[in-house]
């Protein structure tokens, strides 16, 4: 049996809220790549997935994603959930299990002072945007950071309580208790909009016996007809889709402007960020916004409050069948790859994989993006390079990084990413010794 069918009929296994039961299919996984002869990677690499402790379209755990990038032999993979670090330690664990190259992050909200007039990466929210902070290498943080971090999951659960509380009457009599119908959907109790959508058609499915009367209902919830109700509630994926939209996107009954003084700011994510010991990252949607128009100014931005690597979904910036749509994209995506590689700044990308249907690789063979393949390559290599070196006291930010390198980002990003295209986790089993004194010479020859 192939690895990959193997991992497949282990899905069940592999994606269950038990942590025993993931483990033990890790372990059938390992062993079955211990057997077969060692395959070549390849340059693919996603390095922003979602996992079920914030929203997987596949209901994918960490281990699971970390048992599928080794199979595809990808360079590397990444995690990167919303407002939780629950995943983290499990998906190092299994990454260093498989020796496959990995980086673990954090996705949330944070309201931007300079840019409260302006929309920058999430639609229709002036002064609201998306943040990340990548490289942590443990759950294990800092007792302020933890305050910080209950506090972020607390904020965000309490948004999708309220979602909740005001779809419930416009959906009547099919209505959610949030404890008992959506909580449970998710391992680690970080529920989304995305675990409320499916519990809504799900509880839909449940009140009403047969198909007409189905549809029936959505027709009259949804603002269509009841042949199109009958023809989308035969796919699942569109349907929570289209209640997303109706019911919690802007003008739906569960919509709620975001309030700026309802979001941490962007200096504290990125403080919460460094002391944890990752690196502050940059969140960029298309550069279509007033906030992401002028690519320098977003970047001197997001400097000056200590960013310091950059990621974009690629596929929602060239997959268009319109070429004029298609070359616009493309346009704003190599300029501000150009502006980032100018100052010295790592690119990193990935699907996400926090909705059925994304890819689970992008298309590197796509010209827009086979240009850019090693520059997405070298940033995944700063992230598995920081994610070794971090716990010796040698990241990316470290003091030791900054002491050795000042302020040459050139030589800085030569060496994490010479290291990290070299090395695979396995390597700190043999770093016995090393520590924050240590020269680069002493690191390179673990390599």
């Not at 980086?103 to 931007?112: A, K, L, N, P, T």
């Not at 960013?307 to 070429?323: G, H, Q, T």
């Not at 390079?385 to 800085?412: C, E, M, N, Y």
């Amino acid at each position: 049996m192939s690895i990959e069918k193997m991992i497949g009929e282990l899905s069940g296994r592999l994606d269950s809220f038990d942590p025993a039961e993931r483990r033990d299919a890790l372990e059938q996984v390992k062993k079955a790549f211990a057997a077969e002869p060692e395959a070549c990677e390849r340059d693919d690499n996603n390095m922003h997935c979602h996992t079920f402790f914030s929203f997987n379209g596949n209901g994918w755990s960490p281990t699971h994603i970390a048992c599928w990038a080794k199979a595809e032999r990808l360079f590397s993979a990444g995690l990167i959930d919303f407002d939780v670090l629950d995943g983290v330690d499990e998906f190092l664990n299994a990454s260093r299990e498989l020796d496959l190259r990995a980086s673990c992050g954090v996705e949330s909200r944070v309201v931007v002072r300079e840019m409260l007039d302006k929309v920058i990466n999430s639609p229709g929210e002036p002064g609201i945007a998306y943040h990340l902070g990548v490289g942590f290498t443990s759950s294990e943080i800092p007792p302020e950071e933890k305050k910080y971090l209950s506090a972020m999951k607390a904020a965000a659960n309490a948004r999708t309580r309220g979602i909740v509380e005001k779809v419930n009457p416009a959906l009547s009599p099919v209505e959610l208790d949030f404890e008992k119908d959506v909580l449970p959907l998710t391992p680690g109790g970080n529920a989304t909009e995305r675990h409320v959508c499916m519990a809504y058609a799900d509880k839909a499915s449940k009140l009403f016996d047969s198909p007409v009367e189905l549809a029936r209902f959505w027709s009259s919830k949804l603002e269509m007809t009841e042949e199109e109700a009958s023809k989308l509630i035969q796919n699942p994926v569109k349907l929570q889709g289209v209640i997303r939209s109706k019911m919690m996107k802007s003008g739906g009954p569960g919509y709620v402007k975001p309030d700026p003084s309802s979001f941490p700011s962007l200096e504290e994510m990125n403080r919460f960020t460094v002391k944890s010991g990752a690196i502050p990252g940059i969140a960029w949607l298309n550069g279509d916004s007033a906030g992401e128009a002028d690519p320098d100014a977003l970047l001197d931005l997001h400097e000056s409050h200590g960013a310091a690597i950059f990621n974009l979904i690629p596929d929602r910036n060239w997959n268009f069948s319109d070429p004029a749509v298609k070359a616009a994209k493309v346009t704003n995506m190599d300029k501000i790859i150009a502006c980032c590689l100018k100052r010295g700044m790592p690119v990193f990308c990935g699907t996400e994989m926090n909705a059925a249907g994304q890819k689970l690789i992008d298309t590197f063979s796509e010209p827009a993006l086979a240009k850019h393949l090693k520059t997405f390559v070298d940033g995944a290599a700063v992230l598995n390079a920081h994610t070794i070196l971090a716990p010796f006291g040698l990241g990316f930010l470290s003091d030791w990084s900054k002491a050795v390198f000042g302020g040459d980002k050139a030589a800085r990003n030569e060496f994490f990413i010479r290291f990290g295209r070299a090395a695979h986790p396995s390597v700190s089993r043999k770093m016995t010794g090393l520590d924050a004194n240590a020269k680069v010479s002493d690191i390179e020859k673990f390599i």
